[in-house]
């Protein structure tokens, strides 16, 4: 039900988007999240949207954002000044619209996974 592209090669200070298109509605009818994980880590928060809510983290404020278009069924995370360390399998999930805000955080949260866009950061 999510399909996670975007993903690809970028020079430290680039810029990628990633996207999640997802079956209609799922975006009004679920939370949305990103997460990444980084070869020989756990996979760890990015940030989340619930209605019209966001959350993130202190390692990428001011660098990624996320937002969702609700008429194309498809979340997005833009991410600019990239770093050698945001280099991870960037994976979107789905969770349910009741979820608390602290609960977005854990990816035990989540009821439905894309199968992940890996984004390399390197010169």
């Known amino acids: 039900q999510l399909q996670a592209s975007g993903g690809g090669l970028v020079q430290p200070g680039g810029s990628l988007r990633l996207s999640c298109a997802a079956s209609e509605h799922t975006f009004t009818t679920y939370a949305g999240g990103w997460f990444r994980q980084a070869p020989g880590k756990e996979r760890e928060f990015v940030a989340a949207i619930r209605r019209g809510q966001t959350f993130g983290t202190d390692s990428t404020k001011g660098r990624f954002t996320i937002s969702r278009d609700n008429a194309k069924n498809t979340m997005y995370l833009h991410m600019n000044s990239l770093k050698p360390e945001d280099t991870a399998v960037y994976y979107c999930?789905?969770?349910?619209?009741?979820?608390?805000?602290?609960?977005?955080?854990?990816?035990?949260?989540?009821?439905?996974w894309g199968q992940g866009t890996l984004v390399t950061v390197s010169s």
């Open positions: 999930a789905a969770a349910p619209l009741t979820s608390i805000a602290s609960s977005l955080r854990n990816p035990d949260q989540y009821n439905y």
